[in-house]
């Protein structure tokens, strides 16, 4: 640690505890495994191994803008393969709203590696539809449009990511821009595929047939509303549900840590339902 090669690409990521049940926490967004570390700190402390990691193409993982499929199953294979290289026992996969969706997407690819699910701040919704495409992808096809690799590399999201993990820039450098445009187009193209299911990236039948042990943490923003929450675990099969004494706000979104004083609560919530199904 903290580095490790997954599928041609290097993985940051940490494991706080040493002992127990692994489970792995994901954050939202694009954002870097920090978001999930004090959280993942107090499950840790309740006798698990909680891994969190940046994914490629966010944080301190390499930038690697190609390979097979979409973003998000490149993204849940190197998370299986992440956890596979720990332990090869089934896990537990857990996260907030785009952490949420990767857990569901490694459910969907990898099930026989997923002891039980762990879902808060379920996305979903017109809002979060009309929203989330042009954040994840559209802005930076723009970027590639009017300023070639410099112009993508010149954004905020990029310059982040490369003060992190400077070698990345070269290799983005080296792109044909019509080569990025065309896999950010149809990573685009995927991503869109789902946006309009009652939960985000994942057919209702899908969840429907789900047999896993499942906790549902209801969101409450717009991007995350909570009848998100309170669908999936509708949909999802003897699904749990863990409601916060929350209200729903008229906010475009809440960032997670925002929701620092309930990790103590959610620790206890999420350490009491692993151990009941490890």
Same mark, same amino acid.
């Given at each position: 640690?903290?580095?490790?090669?997954?599928?041609?690409?290097?993985?940051?990521?940490?494991?706080?505890?040493?002992?127990?049940?692994?489970?792995?926490?994901?954050?939202?967004?694009?954002?870097?495994?920090?978001?999930?570390?004090?959280?993942?700190?107090?499950?840790?402390?309740?006798?698990?191994?909680?891994?969190?990691?940046?994914?490629?193409?966010?944080?301190?993982?390499?930038?690697?803008?190609?390979?097979?499929?979409?973003?998000?199953?490149?993204?849940?294979?190197?998370?299986?393969?992440?956890?596979?290289?720990?332990?090869?026992?089934?896990?537990?996969? !857990? #996260?907030?709203? %785009?952490?949420? +969706? $990767?857990?569901?997407?490694?459910?969907?690819?990898?099930?026989? *590696?997923? /002891?039980?699910?762990?879902?808060?701040?379920?996305? !979903? #919704?017109?809002? %979060?539809?009309? +929203? $989330?495409?042009?954040?994840?992808?559209?802005?930076?096809?723009? *970027?590639? /449009?009017?300023?070639?690799?410099?112009?993508?590399?010149?954004?905020?999201?990029?310059?982040? +990511? $490369?003060?992190?993990?400077?070698?990345?820039?070269?290799?983005?450098?080296?792109?044909?821009?019509?080569?990025?445009?065309?896999?950010?187009?149809?990573?685009?193209?995927?991503?869109?595929?789902?946006?309009?299911?009652?939960?985000?990236?994942?057919?209702?039948?899908?969840?429907?047939?789900?047999?896993?042990?499942?906790?549902?943490?209801?969101?409450?923003?717009?991007?995350?509303?909570?009848?998100?929450?309170?669908?999936?675990?509708?949909?999802?099969?003897?699904?749990?549900?863990?409601?916060?004494?929350?209200?729903?706000?008229?906010?475009?979104?809440?960032?997670?840590?925002?929701?620092?004083?309930?990790?103590?609560?959610?620790?206890?919530?999420?350490?009491?339902?692993?151990?009941?199904?490890?």
């Amino acid at each position: 640690m903290p580095y490790l090669k997954i599928h041609s690409a290097q993985i940051y990521h940490e494991i706080y505890g040493d002992q127990g049940p692994l489970l792995a926490l994901n954050s939202g967004g694009r954002h870097r495994y920090l978001e999930m570390a004090p959280l993942a700190k107090l499950i840790a402390a309740k006798g698990f191994r909680v891994l969190v990691h940046d994914r490629r193409n966010t944080g301190a993982s390499d930038i690697i803008i190609g390979g097979p499929g979409g973003e998000e199953d490149q993204w849940a294979d190197d998370l299986h393969a992440l956890v596979r290289h720990y332990t090869t026992e089934a896990s537990f996969y !857990g #996260g907030s709203s %785009a952490g949420a +969706r $990767l857990s569901m997407t490694v459910k969907r690819r990898h099930p026989q *590696a997923v /002891q039980g699910l762990l879902l808060m701040r379920v996305t !979903g #919704g017109a809002f %979060a539809a009309g +929203r $989330l495409p042009n954040i994840y992808y559209g802005q930076f096809i723009k *970027a590639a /449009q009017e300023g070639g690799m410099q112009g993508v590399c010149d954004t905020e999201a990029y310059r982040e +990511r $490369l003060a992190l993990n400077p070698a990345s820039k070269e290799r983005l450098m080296a792109m044909d821009p019509q080569e990025y445009i065309r896999v950010m187009s149809s990573w685009l193209d995927q991503f869109n595929s789902g946006k309009y299911y009652p939960v985000m990236g994942i057919p209702q039948a899908e969840l429907e047939a789900y047999q896993v042990p499942t906790m549902v943490v209801p969101g409450n923003d717009k991007t995350h509303s909570s009848v998100n929450g309170l669908t999936a675990a509708r949909l999802i099969p003897n699904a749990e549900l863990f409601c916060l004494p929350i209200e729903d706000q008229d906010l475009d979104l809440i960032p997670f840590p925002q929701w620092a004083e309930h990790y103590p609560v959610l620790a206890d919530q999420f350490a009491d339902f692993m151990h009941r199904h490890a």
